[in-house]
């Protein structure tokens, strides 16, 4: 069974507008990522934040991380029609296995 | 610096036959790792292969088996396939405790 849940499943915004979607994990974790998948294709690597972290930034996204809610949220600023996509959220667990566990994803459609 | 290559990009094959999927890591990864993601699901572990053998299996049947070569390329071989195995399959490489990069995927359609 998948360990993260997104939230909302589905979001339609206005290009221009903000875009937060969250995602609630189980068990511990060492890190974070945030993935976007376009058009059933392979997965890009967005944003990593690890365990320790509360808050990281990379260009128009920010993810914040609560451990102690097991949450995390990813904000997209200022979207635009090119972030229409899926989004997934992944942990990887205490171990050096490496393995990801994905929710199910937020899919996310920018009206022009 | 080239990416992972997965192939072939798409792939039709009827119930009961056997396919295989290959993967080539990103240059200086020497861990592979492959996801089946069902359509509008997320992507689900398969098993991930370090130093050519399974380090770490999901809860999938034996039908699924993989090889990884002292190249670091791998393979997915999927025996008597049923339908619920139709599904974009995910390759992923990546080296100890960096983030992982991501093929295309290869489109399995069982019919």
């Known amino acids: 069974s998948q360990q993260g849940e997104e939230d909302p499943q589905a979001l339609s915004i206005q290009e221009g507008e903000n875009a937060t979607m969250n995602c609630s994990y189980k068990?511990?974790?060492?890190?974070l990522q945030w993935y976007r998948q376009n058009s059933g294709r392979g997965l890009v690597h967005l944003i990593l934040?690890?365990?320790?972290?509360r808050e990281k930034h990379s260009g128009r996204l920010r993810v914040t991380l609560d451990t102690s809610k097991k949450s995390s949220s990813l904000l997209i600023t200022a979207s635009r029609a090119a972030d229409t996509a899926s989004y997934f959220c992944?942990?990887?667990?205490?171990?050096?296995?490496?393995?990801?566990?994905f929710g199910q994803g937020t899919r996310l459609t920018i009206n022009p | 610096d080239a990416g992972v290559t997965q192939s072939p990009t798409h792939l039709i094959k009827t119930r009961g036959q056997q396919v295989t999927l290959r993967c080539s890591p990103k240059?200086?990864?020497?861990?592979v790792s492959w996801y089946q993601q069902a359509l509008g699901q997320g992507p689900q572990f398969i098993f991930q292969?370090?130093?050519?053998?399974?380090?770490q299996r999901g809860n999938f049947p034996d039908r699924f088996s993989g090889h990884q070569f002292p190249n670091y390329s791998s393979e997915l071989n999927v025996n008597a396939l049923l339908l619920g195995d139709s599904a974009l399959y995910l390759c992923?490489?990546?080296?100890?405790?960096?983030?992982?990069?991501f093929g295309s995927g290869t489109r399995l359609t069982v019919v």
């Open positions: 240059s200086g990864h020497d861990t």
């Open positions: 292969y370090y130093e050519e053998e399974e380090r």
């Open positions: 934040i690890r365990s320790n972290e």
């Open positions: 992923a490489s990546s080296t100890h405790r960096a983030s992982y990069t």
């Open positions: 068990t511990s974790i060492n890190n």
């Open positions: 992944a942990t990887d667990g205490n171990g050096g296995a490496q393995k990801l566990v």
